[in-house]
Nanobody, 126 residues
Framework: QVQLVESGGGLVQPGGSLGVSCAAS????????VAWFRQAPGKDREFVAA????????YYKDSVKGRFTISNDNGKKTVYLQMNSLNPEDPAVYHC???????????????????WGQGTQVTVSS
């Protein structure tokens, strides 16, 4: 059982920056693929960014490339998503998900992961 807890969401102005974190309860996520997904009201959950099981590769939704960065701390107990140049398309509840058997072809599929957190709200408004 892996418990994931997201934090760091909040309100930011358009063009601003915000970082969100995903902490695994008392364990390392080494060997797990970890991804961020987001879900806006009335919309499906969509892929945002992922970190491969090895931690050596990152993947991004096209619209966030160059603006968002996924990373992890030493030991991979916490995975971060740094979001810059936030725009009106970005507000949503951001969830992190983790899985031990997620292959590259499935990284963008929210159903491919075994555990997920409750999410943290990101609001972009002036």
């Amino acid at each position: 059982q892996v418990q994931l807890v997201e934090s760091g969401g909040g309100l930011v102005q358009p063009g601003g920056s915000l970082g969100v974190s995903c902490a695994a309860s008392g364990r390392s996520l080494s060997g797990y693929a970890v991804a961020w997904f987001r879900q806006a009201p009335g919309k499906d959950r969509e892929f945002v960014a992922a970190l491969s099981r090895s931690g050596g590769f990152t993947y991004y939704k096209d619209s966030v490339k160059g603006r968002f960065t996924i990373s992890n701390d030493n030991g991979k107990k916490t995975v971060y998503l740094q979001m810059n140049s936030l725009n009106p398309e970005d507000p949503a509840v951001y969830h992190c998900e983790a899985g031990r058997s997620v292959i590259k072809a499935s990284l963008r599929n929210p159903g491919a992961y075994d555990w997920w957190g409750q999410g943290t709200q990101v609001t972009v408004s002036s």
